[in-house]
């Protein structure tokens, strides 16, 4: 399977007081795995601003991807979260792995405002759902580490591949997780994998995302 093109599949390390990350666990279970005639090569990444980032980079540039699928934990959301945008903002509530918690900064200076997923959105949303995973487009993927992941991945395909698709998703937490959570949804790392999995095949196999009516009205 060395010769296969690759898919960078990256997770996040656990924080903020969670012992786990889903989006860990999925990448351990989908290492490796060949979908759709490309090998998955994982990447854990620090919840960390300026090494998160930097890690995504320099995981890039080691794998020579043909897509990137960012995965992070959204605690109390209820469905996988396909992200459409990705702004240029960091505001933190909480302090980082690394202790830092910038306030109402540019994630990059002179960069544009967000950027759009290039992955195709529809497309995985109702492959999701046909599949029996429950998904939803999510027009926020937040303003902490994740969204500078996203945004920094979106940054770096446009100036330097911009041949690349990539984009981030977000998932809810594990079972084990929600039970300290109360209210809080959950689903189990199998729907997940299986999610993940779907979505990289979608990804990889829709050229041109389907034109299929969505978004929300305020
Ligand atoms: N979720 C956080 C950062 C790491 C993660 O898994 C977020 O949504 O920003």
Not at 18 to 33: D, M, Q, R, T
Not at 53 to 69: G, K, S
Not at 110 to 115: F, G, L, T
Not at 129 to 153: D, K, M, R, W, Y
């Amino acid at each position: 399977m060395a010769g296969l093109p690759r898919v960078l599949l990256t997770g996040f390390e656990p924080f903020g007081g969670e012992a786990i990350n889903p989006a860990l666990e999925v990448l351990h279970e989908l290492s490796g795995e060949r979908i759709a005639g490309h090998r998955v090569e994982p990447a854990a990444l620090p919840v960390c601003f300026e090494a998160g980032p930097r890690a995504l980079i320099e995981a890039i540039e080691r794998v020579n991807p043909r897509l990137v699928i960012c995965v992070g934990q959204a605690g109390g959301r209820t469905r996988v979260s396909i992200e459409r945008v990705a702004i240029n903002l960091a505001d933190a509530r909480i302090a980082d792995n690394a202790g830092a918690q910038p306030i109402d900064h540019a994630l990059i200076e002179a960069a544009p405002v967000a950027y759009f997923s290039s992955l195709p959105v529809k497309a995985i949303h109702a492959s999701l759902n046909q599949h029996g995973v429950p998904a939803e487009i999510s027009l926020s993927a937040g303003t902490f580490v994740c969204n500078a992941v996203f945004f920094a991945l979106m940054h770096h395909l446009a100036q330097r591949r911009p041949q690349v698709r990539g984009g981030f998703i977000h998932i809810p937490y594990l079972p084990e997780q929600a039970c300290r959570h109360a209210g809080a949804a959950s689903m189990a790392l199998g729907t997940l994998s299986k999610g993940l999995g779907i979505a990289i095949g979608t990804a990889l196999e829709t050229p041109t995302d389907l034109r299929i009516a969505g978004g929300v009205e305020c």
